[in-house]
């Protein structure tokens, strides 16, 4: 029998991240500097024939979900190519993408043929000016005629929104969310701000948490939880007095490392065991070198067996990691 991915604490690993590029066509500001930042050479990003042989790698291994993000995906040329060379591979339950959802539009019919699963797009504002001022990008119109060109696949399913949540900015979007939450399908889930912004702004105080905003939509619309599903990150509610859903994804107030089953690839081909890992482990050299399945499921192996027990993040003596997130893929 196939041996599958286990880290030195117990946990199985079966969740995998994969970022197909650095580059990205928004700035938000709690994660990309306003210039920019230097992309990776074309020949540093790993090609599509060999993200397939390597997600193709770790589906032997169990890795059963995978999410493609970046960066934004959309902005890689093709990209739908390889949802369908990956949506072939045997064995992944679950073909996910994060989206800014700025390309929704022109892409949704082409990426439901080639088989994405689900979809998940960040809005972080739903007031035109405030989104434009956040993500610095006035594409608020377009990011939402976007969703529901993807909504208008009913095979892609579920949709999910993300709000990142800033003290001093998200509290003015809470009853906004709450309303597109009650009136839509799709679940609108908060993340708290963590410090992995490009230009290092991040501060304790700039956290909203999960239970602040909690608190702040219970005080206009009871909330009823639902059951929560293994390794999930999100604590998911539903509004008691009718439709609709919102979550809460805490990585800063609530951490979830303990069950924590995930693995990311790197767009030039480094797999990292934590957001926060000060460690990669290089897949692409010997990919590149000729190794064979057995060498680099060695390498996985090793690397996961080292993944970190948890995150230090408001820890004494934590160190952000030297890539932020855009360049690890979220
Ligand atoms: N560009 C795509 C997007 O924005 O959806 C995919 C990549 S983006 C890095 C993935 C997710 O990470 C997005 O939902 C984004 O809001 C989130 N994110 C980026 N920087 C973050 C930070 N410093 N703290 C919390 N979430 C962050
Ligand atoms: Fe781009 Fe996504 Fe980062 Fe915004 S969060 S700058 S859309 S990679």
Redesign the pocket.
């Known amino acids: 029998m196939r041996e599958l991915l286990h880290d030195a604490h117990g946990r199985r690993i079966s969740d995998l991240r994969v970022s197909v590029t650095d580059r ?1 066509n ?1 700035r ?1 500001q ?2 990309m500097p306003a210039e920019g930042l230097p992309w990776l050479e074309r020949e540093e990003v790993l090609r599509f024939e060999e993200i397939a042989r390597l997600v193709s790698l770790l589906v032997g291994l169990g890795i059963e979900d995978v999410r493609l ?5 959309l902005v890689r040329r093709g990209f739908p190519a390889l949802v369908a060379m990956l949506a072939a591979i045997d064995g992944i339950r679950d073909l996910a993408l ?3 959802g700025y390309l929704l539009e022109r892409d949704a019919g082409a990426l439901a043929a080639a088989g994405v699963g689900r979809v ?3 809005v ?1 504002s739903l007031q035109r000016d405030r989104f434009f001022a956040l993500t610095r990008r006035d594409a608020l119109p377009r990011v939402l005629r976007g969703i529901e060109a993807v909504a208008a696949h009913p095979e892609v399913r579920p949709i999910k929104v ?1 709000a ?1 949540a800033m003290r001093d900015f998200t509290e003015a979007e809470i009853a906004r969310f709450c309303e597109f939450a009650r009136s839509t399908s799709f679940q609108v889930r908060f ?7 490009g230009d290092r702004a ?1 501060r304790p105080d700039a956290v909203l948490s999960g239970a602040e905003l909690r608190a702040a939509i219970e005080a206009i619309h009871p909330l009823e939880e639902l059951p929560r599903e293994p390794a999930a990150t999100a604590r998911v509610f539903r509004f008691a007095d009718g439709e609709g859903e919102i979550g809460f994804v805490n990585p800063v107030s609530e951490p979830f490392c303990a069950d924590c089953n995930r693995l990311r690839l790197t767009a030039d081909g480094k797999l990292r065991t934590c957001l926060f890992s000060l460690h990669e482990t290089d897949l692409r050299g010997p990919l590149r070198a000729g190794a064979d399945d057995g060498e680099l499921a060695g390498l996985i192996r090793g690397a996961v067996w080292r993944k970190e027990l948890k995150h230090r993040v408001g820890e004494p003596g934590f160190r952000p990691p030297p890539r932020t ?2 360049a690890i ?2």
Do not use: A, H, Q
């Open positions: 990205c928004f938000c709690y994660c993000t970046g960066g934004e995906p994060t989206t800014n998940n797009v960040s972080d993300n990142v993340i708290e701000f963590m410090p992995l912004d991040w997130m855009s893929g979220g």
